[in-house]
T-cell receptor, first 111, second 110 residues
Framework: KQEVTQIPAALSVPEGENLVLNCSFTDSAIYNLQWFRQDPGKGLTSLLL?????REQTSGRLNASLDKSSGRSTLYIAASQPGDSATYLC??????????FGDGTTLTVKP | NAGVTQTPKFQVLKTGQSMTLQCAQDMNHNSMYWYRQDPGMGLRLIYY???????DKGEVPNGYNVSRLNKREFSLRLESAAPSQTSVYFC?????????FGSGTRLTVV
């Protein structure tokens, strides 16, 4: 059974800081790993998708890495802004069986 | 270019009433999923369907039934709604290239 852990559960930083969100998973039989953003009361917005054959993906100030063999992914946010405040979820997509999401990291960026 | 469409967006039910949440995707994805998200919590898998004609229980299936009507549509039925089923319900689909989510159904059972 896949277990997904996201650390830290909550993070508060001043504007402008670089930060790292961590995701670990127990089953490496995955097609890919996806990072989502969720604003309060809203749906999920896909940020980055890393296929299992890839090591990292970048989009603007966001960079996500994947080490499938060790069951780890990180989301790096550069020069954080108050608009980055949200909950970030990681989701490894299994090549068979049930999908499991992490509980997320709630980020607050203070002006 | 609709992606995943969920209906309705909002619903209020009385305890004991039944209803069906509808989900349709137009991306030819094999797998479809139903999740619930309670306030301040993560997503919990209710049921999923790996392909047309198959369904399997997820983490929290009690009180729900599903139907994979065809490759496009995956419905979730509450036979006798309970206040504990008050939640936001998300449908998603995938085919090995990441998940696509619907916008959610906010359900309140009074």
């Amino acid at each position: 059974k896949q277990e997904v852990t996201q650390i830290p559960a909550a993070l508060s930083v001043p504007e402008g800081e670089n930060l790292v969100l961590n995701c670990s998973f127990t089953d490496s039989a995955i097609y890919n790993l996806q990072w989502f953003r969720q604003d309060p009361g809203k749906g999920l917005t896909s940020l980055l998708l890393i296929q299992s054959s890839q090591r990292e993906q970048t989009s603007g100030r966001l960079n996500a890495s994947l080490d499938k063999s060790s069951g780890r992914s990180t989301l790096y946010i550069a020069a954080s802004q108050p608009g980055d405040s949200a909950t970030y979820l990681c989701a490894p997509e299994p090549d068979a069986g049930k999908s499991t999401f992490g509980d997320g990291t709630t980020l607050t960026v203070k002006p | 270019n609709a992606g995943v469409t969920q209906t309705p967006k909002f619903q209020v039910l009385k305890t004991g009433q039944s209803m069906t949440l509808q989900c349709a995707q137009d991306m030819n994805h094999n797998s479809m999923y139903w999740y619930r998200q309670d306030p301040g919590m993560g997503l919990r898998l209710i049921y999923y369907s790996a392909s047309e004609g198959t369904t399997d229980k997820g983490e929290v299936p009690n009180g729900y039934n599903v139907s994979r009507l065809n490759k496009r549509e995956f419905s979730l039925r509450l036979e006798s709604a309970a206040p504990s089923q008050t939640s936001v319900y998300f449908c998603a689909s995938s085919t090995g290239r990441g998940y696509t989510f619907g916008s959610g159904t906010r359900l309140t059972v009074v």
